[in-house]
Structure formats: structure tokens, C-alpha cells
């Protein structure tokens, strides 16, 4: 199996939750996914990666929701993808203490 698509993209949490832009990711004619998000920063944050069938994602589901602390990492993977689209948001887990994501993303095919 081959890589369709990968992202790496880095971004502050604030205190509401955001998209990380550029981590929309395509399952169209791929069969997997997996999303590795590291928590770069001095802060806990949350991430929450979403589905969905629609491309500008107004139908998302959230399909994993990860709390990671400062200097770890967790993932999101599965081996068919029952959404077109996937996309991870952050928040700061504490009021005004934001922290910083580095996410990994890769659909294969």
C-alpha cells in the first residue's frame, strides 16, 4: 500500500476549538488513515479528529477525541474509512494556556 497523501502542519491551541489548517484530509480512493498528533508545547491540549461526507465538513462527527500532554503524542488510525473527509481540531485543556500541535496525517491506497 502506498501513500496518497500526507500532511504535517503545526499550529496553537487558543480557548476555543479550531480546525488545524491543512489537516483535511481526502479518503476518496484511499483505504486507510491515520492522524499522529504531538503536542509541541508547554501545555495540555485536546484534539478532536472529525469525519464527514461534505467537503467544507458542515456535517462532521466527531470520531475521536484525545487529550495529550505536553511533549507526547497520540494517533488516530483505521483501515477503511467510512467518511470522504477528515480533519483534526485543538483547544487548550486550561483557560489561556495554549499549547501547540504538530499533526501527522496520511491517507493510504
Known amino acids: 500500500m502506498q501513500a496518497l ?11 476555543t476549538s479550531v480546525l488545524v489548517a491543512g ?3 481526502q479518503t476518496t480512493y484511499g483505504l486507510s488513515l ?3 498528533i504531538v503536542n509541541t508545547g508547554d501545555d495540555t ?5 472529525y469525519g464527514a461526507n461534505s467537503e467544507d465538513l458542515s456535517d462532521k462527527v466527531s470520531v475521536s477525541e484525545l487529550e495529550i500532554l505536553s511533549g507526547t503524542a497520540d494517533s488516530y488510525a483505521l483501515s477503511i474509512a467510512p467518511f470522504e473527509y477528515y480533519c483534526v481540531y485543538i483547544v487548550s485543556a486550561a483557560p489561556d494556556t495554549p499549547g501547540e500541535a504538530t499533526v501527522h496525517g496520511m491517507v493510504k491506497g
Open 23 to 25: 489537516s483535511t484530509l
Open 5 to 15: 497523501k500526507k500532511v504535517s502542519v503545526v499550529q496553537a491551541s487558543t480557548n
Open 45 to 49: 491540549i485536546g484534539a478532536t479528529v
Open 34 to 36: 491515520s492522524y499522529t
